[in-house]
């Protein structure tokens, strides 16, 4: 091979290198933005009035309040959450 197909192998070759790179760093962001989102959704309870508006609810309360149901006052309702 000659100089010139030595130097645009290298090239290639770097060049294929900064692209792995840049696409590590790019996944990496994607998924700690994708990860360290939390979830959040609106929730309500029935009582005998009717509905009742709690509010958004978020990541580990949420889950304890849907898995366990949710304390108010002395009171464990089971709530009902919708995404938004």
Known sequence: MDSLALDMNLKNH???NKMK???IVFLSLVAIVT???EKCQDCHYE???GLVEIGEI???ELKDAEANGYTIGDTVVTIHCEEH
Do not use: A, E, H, P
Request: charged share 15%.
């Open 14 to 16: 770097l060049n294929q």
């Open 21 to 23: 790179k840049i696409s």
């Open 35 to 37: 990860v360290s989102c």
């Open 47 to 49: 009582s005998t009035n």
């Open 58 to 60: 978020c990541g580990d």
